[in-house]
């Protein structure tokens, strides 16, 4: 048997007295997982490996937070994410408590070499945070924010969603530039680059990264900053979780203040080709202060709208006259730009991207909407499918572009526009393969117009090769990088850069 390098000392006091570890962890009051025999887990390259029951009860043992195996209370609703299409079955989940629970599991799953998905917010697309037959390390039970004021610095533990960084921050009416729905992790989504209606004026979420804490696969502890680990701090900033499990992110925030000029401006779907052709011709030229989302919705029976989402970082008596020629565009049927909170504008849309729906996307950044794409959109929103199908046209460049695209691993800097095309619906029912088929086909009149995709918003199916591409020239330092710090793949569910040792 392999001897667990997290052995604790309460454990082999316990195995010394020959005290049945179960009845140990009661005594402390710790939950329990019945742990009945041996376990089979999958690991990184697909075989099955199991695991001795001594070696689990060791783990169960190591840790403050809860393990859970299939047969657990609560290991269903552990093992969801947010798209509900995603129905993986871990062999074990283990629910961290903080950062010396990550390591006890890293060394569990490199020792084992366990298939290892890492969760924070459960939010990508792909289901990433969750697999099948592996170890899922589990960031969620962590969530604290600390925020010192005056230094303008909030630190945030990796399961804590985007929420919780808003609401902590903005008591000091300060703000660090995130996602644009509150109940995205901001674990996956600083690691992927991360960008929101702050980013034209504050760049990505990455670039105000002021340190990250980071358990990597050798199980060791190590601070990735400026100053040190510089390497690491780089590969840290849009190299997602290739490099280890991040437990802790120190973000720089910026005074913002609580109210910001924000809104929608919805016109009818048969509107839709001026709309974004006035969307192009704005956003080319529209200050940093300004952010623009274009967005169309396409019901099944062919009815929804074509909105433009408008926020504005400056004084609001500005803000008003650069919307004003936005506003006064053709017939919208409905503008309800105002004065907002910060934290109401950010939870705006988070009841459109319910938890638990199945969704499938195709994303991709753009340099410009050339005519040619606007006729590709057009082609998607004058033929219904028949499902809900949204087009999702998020403005950033900005500040974004003013960090050269070596500075760190995000190498999509240039882009002006992010773009989602998605296809949603309620339950699992025998036409989905052909429902993500037709959107893949959608895509491919889109995709000629695109340039890169966001990594955190690939769906699993691009292929190694566009993976790849997306890193640009970044990609052999992060080779570099991860056969320093991941030698044997161990995080590989992810925009994975495999390891050339
Ligand atoms: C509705 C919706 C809206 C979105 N809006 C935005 C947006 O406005 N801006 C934007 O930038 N992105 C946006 N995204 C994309 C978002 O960045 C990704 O979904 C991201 O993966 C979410 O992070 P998470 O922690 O919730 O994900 P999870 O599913 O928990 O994790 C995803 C992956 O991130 C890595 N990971 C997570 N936590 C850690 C950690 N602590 N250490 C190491 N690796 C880790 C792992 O590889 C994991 O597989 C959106 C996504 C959705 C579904």
């Known amino acids: 048997m392999r001897r667990r390098t997290f052995v604790q000392s309460a454990l082999a006091?316990?195995?010394?007295?020959?005290?049945?570890?179960?009845?140990?962890?009661?005594?402390?009051?710790?939950?329990?997982?019945?742990?009945?025999?041996?376990?089979?887990?999958?690991?990184?390259?697909?075989?099955?490996?199991?695991?001795?029951?001594?070696?689990?009860?060791?783990?169960?043992?190591?840790?403050?937070?809860?393990?859970?195996?299939?047969?657990?209370?609560?290991?269903?609703?552990?093992r969801k994410v947010w798209n509900g299409m995603i129905d993986k079955r871990p062999a074990l989940i283990v629910q961290c408590e903080g950062p010396a629970d990550v390591t006890h599991a890293v060394n569990l799953a490199r020792d084992y070499e366990l298939l290892t998905a890492v969760r924070g917010g459960g939010h990508n697309v792909a289901g990433k945070g969750v697999c099948e037959g592996g170890i899922m390390i589990d960031l969620s039970p962590m969530q604290g924010v600390r925020v010192d004021p005056k230094a303008r610095i909030a630190w945030a533990e990796a399961g804590t969603l985007l929420h919780a960084l808003d609401h902590e921050s903005q008591l000091y009416g300060l703000a660090t530039p995130a996602g644009v729905v509150s109940h995205t992790g901001a674990a996956g989504l600083t690691l992927g680059g991360g960008f929101g209606r702050l980013s034209r004026v504050y760049g990505l979420t990455c670039d105000n990264v002021r340190s990250y804490d980071v358990i990597t696969a050798a199980g060791e502890f190590k601070r990735a900053r400026v100053s040190e680990n510089p390497d690491l701090f780089w590969g840290l900033r849009g190299g997602g979780g290739n490099f280890g499990v991040v437990t802790g992110f120190e973000y720089q925030l910026h005074p913002v203040g609580t109210e910001f000029l924000a809104g929608a401006i919805m016109h009818p779907i048969a509107n839709a080709r001026e709309v974004f052709t006035f969307f192009a011709e704005v956003e080319s030229t529209a200050p940093n202060e300004l952010q623009i989302s274009s967005n169309a919705i396409v019901l099944p029976n062919g009815k929804g709208f074509v909105s433009m989402g408008l926020f504005y970082n400056g004084d609001m008596a500005e803000g008003e006259k650069i919307m004003q020629p936005l506003r006064e565009f053709g017939k919208p049927m409905n503008d309800d730009i105002g004065p907002m909170k910060y934290v109401d504008i950010q939870q705006r849309i988070d009841r459109n991207v319910p938890h638990g729906q199945r969704y499938y996307q195709k994303a991709g950044f753009f340099d410009g909407i050339q005519p040619g794409l606007i006729d590709a959109i057009m082609d998607i929103v004058d033929n219904p499918r028949p499902f809900s199908t949204t087009l999702i046209f998020s403005q950033v460049g900005g500040a974004i572009k003013d960090v050269p695209n070596d500075a760190t691993a995000y190498a999509n800097r240039a882009a002006q526009q992010q773009m989602v095309l998605g296809a949603s619906w309620p339950k699992q029912h025998d036409q989905e393969d052909e429902y993500i088929d037709r959107v893949r086909k959608a895509w491919q009149t889109i995709a000629p117009f695109s340039n890169g995709v966001y990594t955190n918003n690939m769906m699993g199916d691009e292929g190694t090769k566009k993976v790849i591409a997306n890193y640009g020239e970044n990609y052999q330092r992060l080779v570099a990088l991860k056969n320093k710090y991941d030698p044997t793949n161990l995080f590989r569910l992810n925009a994975n850069v495999a390891p050339s040792v």
Do not use: M
């Not at 020959?18 to 697909?46: C, E």
């Open 13 to 78: 006091t316990a195995v010394a007295a020959s005290v049945p570890v179960g009845q140990l962890l009661a005594a402390s009051g710790r939950s329990t997982t019945k742990i009945a025999g041996d376990i089979t887990a999958i690991t990184g390259s697909g075989e099955a490996k199991v695991i001795e029951k001594a070696v689990v009860e060791e783990l169960a043992a190591s840790l403050r937070g809860r393990l859970l195996l299939p047969s657990s209370e609560g290991y269903d609703a552990a």
